[in-house]
């Protein structure tokens, strides 16, 4: 590295160096390097990126930029010209980079922060493969909301891959213009804060220069040290190296009044500059990176020539570094010297003027919108187009507080049309109510719906702040702006027959069938159910599913609901009108599960599943991988369910909360039939009781409180845990009722008499409606728990009926969970002599039992039946070791795809993990399986599953 610009700075070579060496190795590291302007950021930046370079790395460059706020700006300089030269699909916009890709070239693509910053940190890993990666960013403070977010995130989605995120910060900088988050502020300077102490986490804040660093500056420049004094320069700069270069290029002595400011250094020269050369800096500065001779002339009003000789000028006065290909100012210090030093109606102005010769210029809305929200309103609606536009497209790409900003700003230009300001509003009123700030957005969109004209637009404009507030967790709200939709589309009776349907539909799916359109509700069901399907839109399905759901919920003709359920899949066309990430997908799902359609629900959530994998919808997967997952656990597949809750459990350490208190029911219940109750305790930890939740979602922690202690041993405080969620959940369907049989096998199994009596009476109504519903593997489920309270023959005779409803339902684990209970029944101590004769079946169920959850890795089930037979002095049966049993579910989900001949990339992709995540998990499995081929994975995999 060069040392002639890096005077004091010998530490922080030391340590790059030091830190290259690791990063080059493998692993990830960030640095951040913070302090006032002057103090030598971007020269020690500068002096990094150079070494890098010459070590063979690939360097990607961004600078945050004051006045133009493009939203993900950071991401377009970074990747950008990567996208010009590999098209998506290929290496490395392949995977989850695939959407970074068309982030960077479709303009009207909505997506999610969350997912941008998975698929950054995919590109970023594919590129570290090559040779190491240094993302740099400064001026990180000015970066669009947008653009932090995703620098703030995708340092955690790298590991151990050679990536460094190095990012300059200046300190005491204001808020810049464009709307960035305070709260994302906050997180980048807690960041940073947390110095050396997080390990691959490195905090560099620069200080002044010592006296011993400036002594050797001027060394090095071979100046008379008598003549040029150390300490006086010192105390005049203040050890700011800007300011001590300052004071070196004078002629003059440096001294200054005592107390005088170091910046005084650089106001005195700016004062000395003659008004015109004054000006066309002002107008440079303000322009920024989009400065030109011409455009500088446009702004003040001038010809081009006397701008291109005071350009000249301001070089040769060391005021600008460079005047072509564009004028560049020397320093950001001169710039907000100057301008901090105009007054601010004039600076307005010149805010105004450059907009204008950046739109007359046809630069794009990012450009010119900076320089609208500081120029001061009008009555232009040229102006008020751009800010919208700007609004809607910072929206779509989730800097919500940017699109407040720019759209607020807009709402300021008088005279605009009744329309122009409709559009305004509506933009607004959807940016502020994403951005937390409801009241301000109810107001917004009162005006709005007062400049909207015609039912139709009316009603749907109803609809999209409905879906907006109920996507925002303000349920009542939503379901007043749902019932109005309907309202407003009752003013014309018998039009917009689509429109209402899909009112009704949306209603219905944010639970609200109990307002005033339930008549209209199943009127339009009955509509649908008479025509013939092939005649169906998307409306129709939309209203199919939630009927669906509706039946599945109450409990009713488990037949019926599954036409329906598959009727409104309609071979995929479901997925492809709505989108893995709709709520509509979910439903869907949970009425094929609960009805057993499980081979059509499986296709429906794999093809979601791989629509959110390739948009790298996080939080979609997450739900997706939840609704597998449960699935996954009624079929006995324990394994695969496992890995689809884990990936779900991972989802929410980064924010997803959607089915967390179900999904941590259902990984608990997998954790208890493996016999591993250790990482029940985590799971309580994520789902405490005190919270304050909607009644099924307390309904949930409640279960999952009482799941704990019932294995543990302690029956008659799970028993408490499941009848408050069965008060909670009251008149919820059998397949969806996760309580009512764990209550009656506490309430069994905690050897109470009165219990017993309460475990009868509960078993009679739970066996009856499970019945009234239909679902085969769902009656198995019901009776085998029922069965522990009836007398003994009765008991052998529902679990008999339940082993083979189970059996022929694909129900494994709740098979095994029946036989053993049928074993345990007739062969344990104490047991009836009545169900002596029943010894034959109940050991041969004890077999049977032993093989299946041994192969489905039921290790509890597993324990007791081998325990049982060897009391018994019955022959065991031989249980093979399962070599793929030795493999954790992660390891065991990579060979699974593996086997299907899945690429490592592919895994990556499918897993949401990186390509050296994939390799290290084959490595471990091959030994533990082994094998020394992918060729042998299918048949070292098949006895498990």
């Not at 000015?142 to 620098?151: H, K, N, R, T």
């Not at 509700?521 to 025509?531: D, F, K, P, S, T």
């Not at 905690?750 to 475990?759: P, T, V, W």
């Not at 066996?767 to 009836?790: I, K, M, N, S």
Request: with cysteine; proline share 4%; net charge neutral.
């Amino acid at each position: 590295m060069g040392q002639q610009r890096l005077f004091g700075r010998e530490r922080e070579v030391a340590q790059w160096r030091l830190l290259a060496d690791s990063v080059a190795a493998g692993r990830n590291a960030g640095l951040t390097i913070s302090g006032p302007s002057g103090i030598g950021k971007s020269a020690l930046l500068e002096a990094i990126c150079q070494d890098a370079q010459a070590r063979g790395w690939k360097l990607l460059r961004a600078v945050g930029d004051e006045n133009r706020q493009l939203p993900g700006a950071m991401l377009w300089q970074w990747f950008a010209p990567l996208a010009q030269q590999h098209p998506a699909g290929l290496p490395p916009f392949d995977g989850q980079g695939a959407l970074l890709h068309r982030f960077l070239t479709d303009t009207e693509l909505d997506v999610s922060q969350d997912a941008l910053s998975y698929s950054a940190s995919w590109v970023l890993r594919s590129l570290g493969q090559q040779q190491p990666v240094a993302a740099v960013v400064d001026d990180a403070q000015w970066l669009d909301e947008l653009s932090l977010a995703v620098l703030l995130d995708v340092g955690s989605l790298l590991l151990d891959v050679p990536v460094l995120l190095l990012r300059g910060l200046r300190t005491g900088t204001p808020r810049p213009a464009g709307g960035t988050a305070d709260g994302r502020r906050e997180d980048l300077h807690a960041l940073v804060s947390r110095g050396q102490s997080s390990g691959a986490e490195l905090h560099w804040n620069l200080k002044p220069l010592s006296h011993e660093a400036i002594e050797n500056w001027l060394t090095a420049r071979r100046q008379d040290t008598l003549a040029v004094s150390a300490a006086r320069l010192q105390a005049a700069s203040g050890g700011v190296p800007f300011f001590i270069r300052e004071l070196l290029e004078r002629e003059q002595d440096y001294s200054l009044d005592p107390g005088s400011r170091e910046d005084a250094i650089l106001r005195e020269r700016l004062d000395r500059l003659p008004e015109a050369g004054r000006q066309v800096l002002a107008a440079a500065a303000v322009l920024g990176e989009d400065a030109s001779a011409a455009r500088i002339a446009a702004v003040l009003g001038t010809e081009p020539a006397q701008v291109a000789a005071g350009l000249r000028s301001l070089q040769e006065g060391r005021f600008l570094s460079t005047v072509r290909p564009r004028p560049r100012i020397q320093h950001a210090l001169i710039a907000e010297t100057l301008l901090a030093g105009l007054d601010p109606a004039a600076l307005a102005r010149l805010q105004r003027r450059a907009a204008e010769a950046l739109l007359a210029d046809g630069a794009g809305t990012a450009a010119v919108a900076g320089h609208l929200l500081a120029a001061p309103a009008g009555a232009d609606q040229r102006t008020a187009r751009v800010l919208l536009d700007a609004a809607a497209d910072a929206r779509r790409r989730g800097a919500h507080g940017m699109a407040v900003q720019l759209g607020e700003r807009g709402l300021e230009e008088g005279g605009l049309p009744a329309d122009l300001r409709r559009q305004l509003l509506v933009e607004t009123a959807q940016a502020r109510e994403m951005a937390g700030e409801s009241r301000r957005a109810e107001e917004l969109a009162r005006q709005a719906l007062a400049l909207t004209e015609g039912t139709a637009a009316r009603g749907t404009l109803l609809l999209e702040f409905a879906e907006t507030l109920y996507n925002n967790g303000r349920v009542e709200a939503a379901a007043e702006c749902y019932a109005q939709a309907l309202k407003e589309l009752d003013n014309e009776p018998g039009a917009h027959a689509g429109l209402r349907r899909k009112a009704v539909a949306m209603a219905a799916g944010a639970g609200f069938q109990q307002m005033q359109f339930t008549r209209d509700y199943a009127a339009l069901v009955g509509e649908v159910l008479a025509q013939d399907p092939a005649a169906d839109g998307p409306c129709d399905r939309l209203l199919l599913v939630q009927e669906a759901l509706r039946l599945t919920l109450a409990g009713e003709d488990a037949r019926r609901t599954a036409e329906l359920a598959v009727r409104a899949v309609a071979g995929g066309k479901l997925l492809a009108e709505n989108g893995a990430a709709s709520n509509i997908i979910n439903y869907a799902t949970g009425a094929l599960t609960g009805t057993e359609q499980d081979a059509v629900a499986l296709v429906l959530l794999d093809a979601a599943i791989a629509e959110a994998r390739a948009g790298s919808a996080v939080m979609a997967h997450a739900t997706l991988a939840y609704c597998r997952g449960a699935l996954q656990l009624r079929r006995g597949r324990l394994r695969l369910a496992q890995v689809d809750l884990e990936a779900c459990l991972r989802a929410a350490d980064q924010g997803w909360r959607t089915y967390l208190e179900a999904a941590c029911v259902i990984m608990a219940g997998i954790r208890i039939a493996r016999d591993d109750l250790e990482p029940l305790d985590g799971l309580l930890a994520r789902v405490p009781l005190a919270a304050r939740r909607p009644p099924l979602v307390q309904a949930m922690a409640l279960q999952l409180h009482g799941m704990a202690a019932a294995a543990r041993g302690r029956h008659h405080a799970a028993l408490e845990h499941f009848t408050a969620a069965m008060d909670l959940a009251e008149g919820l369907g059998p397949a969806l009722d996760l309580w009512t049989g764990a209550a009656i096998e506490s309430a069994v199994r905690s050897g109470s008499r009165d219990n017993l009596e309460y475990a009868r009476v509960v078993a009679e109504e739970a066996v009856a409606r499970a019945r009234a519903f239909g679902a085969p593997r769902c009656l198995g489920t019901v009776l085998r728990p029922a069965a522990l309270a009836q007398p003994p023959q009765a008991a052998v005779a529902m679990l008999r009926e339940a082993a083979a409803l189970l059996e022929a339902g694909s129900g494994r684990y709740d098979l095994a969970l029946a036989l053993a209970d049928l074993a345990e029944l007739c062969l344990l101590p104490g047991s009836d002599p009545a169900l002596a004769g029943h010894r034959a079946e109940a050991l041969a169920a004890a077999r049977k039992g032993l093989l299946l959850a041994n192969r489905i890795g039921a290790a509890g089930v597993a324990r007791r039946m081998a325990a049982l037979l060897a009391a018994q002095h019955a022959p065991t049966p031989a249980v093979a070791e399962q070599r793929a049993d030795r493999l954790t579910p992660a390891e065991f989900r990579v060979c699974s795809l593996a086997a299907r001949g899945l690429t490592n990339r592919q895994i990556a992709a499918e897993l949401f993990i990186t390509i050296k995540a994939v390799e290290w998990h084959l490595s471990r499995s091959f030994a533990k399986l082994e094998i020394s081929s992918r060729r042998e994975l299918a048949g070292a995999l098949e006895p498990r599953e």
